[in-house]
């Protein structure tokens, strides 16, 4: 899937052009010490969001590794501000791509057994917890997280990704907006609508 | 109309409350798979070979230029009128376009967002 423009601005380094070798290595040691941490600060973040998004931890991981590769090799070279936004624009490609993957595998599966997948255990909806499960409860930690997980499974994509760009990553709305290649008025009544679904979800938040 | 901001404004803080600790709550082998992870990343700015001015960038450019020509008459031939582009994904979700048109919430949400520079 492609992700955007392939930026190669990274390779042209002015210094190296002026026949400055030393510049250039420097303002690479430089590029090189921003990327990490720039990729240090958001690699556990990202990594959360793709197994959200994923439900799998092993995709989420190739995912993330694929997303900091990919952002190296062509985005480098663009401000750092950029990064964030295009960082999260390919993990989000790559998430789809994960997705398309295991849906194709599913209809193999069953045109190759003649019936349904007995495995699919890993169905995000039916295994979630039951999101309207103990309302009463005060929910704290990981038990919120995965009803919300489970809220989250029963969106549409651009929806579960507005709200995990927006709320969990705090993108802004152009940020996300970059992230997601669509329009800021479209990341909004996206983020609204994941809004409403947990809202609706989760009735202890009513009161 | 109040209610609900704020009850959105409460979903919004305890889920990323919940999000944020779960991050903070991972074990030691995910982070250094992550640490291995960018190493690897890095490395490839690091063995990527330094591009230079090479004999064959005018016949790129040129091509690159045909290319941009071709499908800038292709966009035009398929344009509609009247749309801007920004509106396709709008007018594509026909769910947003519902949203805009009937939901007075979403409305009086978005107002309150932009006043609160978030949403």
Known sequence: MEDGPVDRSATLEVPFLLGNPCAAREGSLDRERALDRFLAGIERRALRIARLALRNRAEAEDAVQDAMIRLVRRYAGRPEEEWRPLFYRILGNRIIDFQRRERLRRAVTVIWRGSPDDERSADPVE?????????????????????????????????RQAFLLRNFEGLDVAQAAVAMGCSAGSVKTHYFRAMQALEEALPEWKT | MEDMNDRMREIERKSRAAFDASVEAGDAA???????ARAAALGELRHRPLARPAAWLPVGAAAAALVAAFLWQREEAAALPGIAFEDFDLVAGGEDFDLLVEDADFVAWAADASADGVG
């Open chain 1, 127 to 159: 295994s979630a917890v039951d999101p309207r499960g103990r309302p009463d409860e005060a929910l704290e930690g990981e038990e919120l997280l995965a009803r919300i997980e489970a809220v989250l499974a029963t969106l549409s994509a651009r929806q």
């Open chain 2, 30 to 36: 995910t982070r250094a798979r992550l640490a291995r």
